[in-house]
């Protein structure tokens, strides 16, 4: 059973007056029950002061998610008619989907012949990304755009290799210098 302060508290306010006639015992315990309300007052301010603290963090959390999020899915035009998608950092199926969302919209308003996906600096977080990323590529063919992915890392092409069938027909090049070379 947890006790809060004000039981606390009231306990002392208890024992207080237990000890009206005691004099000098009574001016101890008087001055135990201070002592004692002092911490108790103390672990207050320090339980609001962490719960302060928590708050804060967790502001801070969600602001640097919008601006990771912000930042997470740029789509860059390299030349007149190709755009970059460049993604660094964990990449999981929420990402993926701003991405495909961003990709397509300025596909849609650009008209451009190719749209590269590049995951140089990138880490696959779990494979769900990946049919994402595959309905990306189907998107983007369905605008006239041809798809093109560069810079798997060993670990990233391991984990597409666990979606039977995936990104079959999606071009995948080294780099992305390779990418925008291959035309």
């Known amino acids: ?7 606390i508290s009231a306990l002392l306010d208890g024992l207080e007056e237990g000890w009206e006639d005691a004099g000098a015992q009574r ?13 108790l007052a103390d672990m207050t301010a320090r339980a609001e002061a962490e719960a302060l603290l928590v708050e804060a963090k967790d502001e801070q959390i969600h602001t640097q998610r919008g601006f990771i999020q912000a930042l ?13 998608a460049p993604l660094v950092g964990v990449i999981d199926a929420d990402r993926v989907a701003r991405l495909m969302s961003e990709l397509l919209a300025v596909a849609g308003r650009e008209g451009p012949r190719l749209a590269v996906v590049d995951l140089t600096g990138a880490l696959l977080a779990d494979v769900s990304a990946v049919p994402l990323l ?3 590529f189907r998107a983007l063919a369905l605008l006239g ?15 597409v290799l666990e979606v039977p069938g995936a990104l079959r027909g999606v071009p995948v090049h080294a780099t992305l ?6 035309r």
């Open 134 to 136: 595959e309905d990306t």
């Open 177 to 182: 210098a390779a990418a925008l070379a291959a």
């Open 145 to 159: 755009v041809r798809g093109a992915l560069s810079g798997l890392s060993p670990s990233t092409a391991s984990a």
């Open 1 to 7: 059973m947890m006790t809060s302060v004000a039981q």
């Open 72 to 84: 997470g899915s740029p789509v860059l035009r390299v030349r007149e008619d190709v755009l970059c």
């Open 27 to 39: 001016a101890r315990v008087c001055e135990a029950a201070a002592r004692i309300r002092a911490i």
